[in-house]
């Protein structure tokens, strides 16, 4: 079985969605025999690269709220992060485009080392004082998740390398009715929107197993929501 997570370095609900999925995989009987694929989603796509800014400055534009209501925003998101064992800082941290972030993590998946860049880089955005926007830091992340350290320089120099790809996801993403992120597929037939609990992820996973069956002739099933009336809200 496969579940596909599509997702942001930027998004604090894909870190700790990311978190609670893998606690409720380890609760699941036959976690030996899924497959999860990381996918790319960008939640500032149009933002130019380069340009940086506070994420209280952002959260307080993107929301309307003053910046003390940002930072109570923040707070709250941490407190959830902190409840999984993540660290999390709420200042000093950088919000941008990460579209070099997503190339690099599909270069990365090429050299099959997707998973501990993905976790690198998830750290240093939100539990350290490394900023993944600059692209030294993305190289010293490439390095110590074991890739080439000429390769990564290449591939954030150049920056059509693995665009293509990235772009796929998105498409993809948009096709299967994904508006924000976290997004979770279950074998193409179950969605799950947010960062849940791990006992949502736990009975999708169980769901999606026991209704496994061959597709339809020419064609994918339709995702749908696992249990939409267990989806919490992330407010």
Known sequence: M????WSDIAC??????KARFEKGLAAFAHRDEVEVVHR???LDPHGARGDTRPVI???AKKYGRSLD???AMEEHVAANARAEGLGYRTEGRDHGNTFDVHRLLHHAAARGRRSELLDLAYRANFAEERSVFDPAVLVELA???GLDEEEARGV?????AY???VRDDEREAAELGANAVPFFVFDRRYGVSGGQPAELFTEALERAWQDREPHPAGGEAPVRHADGAREVPQA
């Open 12 to 17: 604090p609900w894909c870190y700790i969605g």
């Open 57 to 59: 400055e952002v959260l």
């Open 163 to 165: 665009a293509d790809e």
């Open 2 to 5: 496969r579940v596909e997570i």
């Open 143 to 145: 390095v110590e998740a």
């Open 69 to 71: 209501e940002a930072r």
């Open 156 to 160: 954030l120099a150049d920056g059509t």
């Open 40 to 42: 790319s989603f960008e």
